[in-house]
């Protein structure tokens, strides 16, 4: 099969590259990275050869073009995956579709606030009530994932799946803004920051020049 081409945007900043990029990386998948850096002359220059909304990820493979990172996730799901990136069963199925949908949707404030920059070092963030409302129904929805469905590994459906590439970005922005966890969630934290691609984006990131 082709191998895809995943187009990316700066490992420090761009959290909806890191989706695709981590369910590649976590599956094995073989793909080729093209990384543009956000807000250049090169990004602004380049983007809408492979974009039509001018953003990144997009993802290229065999003649198709997928943008929009849930849209490349189902995309990656079905056509090197054989559909195992999301549960198996039904019901932790629909509940993994339907949490990557509401990040996917939602959390603006969040996003807002704490935006990913995984250079950031300083004290913690001091979220306002929007972002910290976002915090907490982002704690609720792991720990029912995990209570219902979690109980063959550390992540929110067991083992690592599409749901957890979707809030990876997240469980980084409480790492680098020092937001306080209850214990279930900081655990979460834990098992996604302690993947090998995760840590390998992280080392990527850090070693970024462009800014941050
Ligand atoms: N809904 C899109 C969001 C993509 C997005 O906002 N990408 C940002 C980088 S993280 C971007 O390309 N920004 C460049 C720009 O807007 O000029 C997705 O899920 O892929």
């Known amino acids: 099969m082709t191998i895809p081409t995943l187009v990316i945007g700066d490992k420090n900043l761009s959290s909806w590259s890191l989706r695709p990029w981590l369910a590649l990386r976590a599956f094995g998948v073989d793909f080729e ?19 039509p909304t001018g953003k990144v990820p997009a993802l290229l493979h065999d003649g198709v073009a997928v943008w929009e990172s849930l849209a490349i996730l189902e995309y990656i799901n079905e056509t090197f ?3 195992r990136g999301w549960p198996r069963e039904r ?22 606030e704490l935006p990913l920059n995984l250079q950031r070092r300083g004290a913690p963030a001091t979220p306002g009530p929007e972002a910290v409302r976002d915090i907490a129904r982002v704690q609720q929805l792991w720990r029912d994932a995990r209570a219902r469905f979690g109980k063959g590994g550390p992540f929110l459906f067991g083992g690592f799946g599409l749901a957890d590439a979707m809030y990876a970005p997240v469980a980084l922005r409480f790492v680098v803004y020092g937001v306080a966890l209850s ?12 993947l090998p691609a995760v840590i390998e984006w992280r080392a990527a990131a850090e070693a970024e020049r462009e800014r941050g």
């Open 91 to 112: 019901a932790p199925r629909a509940q993994a579709r339907a949490i990557a949908a509401e990040m996917h949707a939602g959390f603006a404030a969040l996003r807002r």
């Open 183 to 194: 214990g279930e969630a900081q655990a979460y934290v834990e098992a996604i920051t302690a």
């Open 81 to 83: 995956l054989d559909g």
């Open 33 to 51: 990275e093209l990384r543009l850096p956000l807000d250049t002359p090169e990004f602004r220059a380049r983007i809408g050869e492979f974009s």
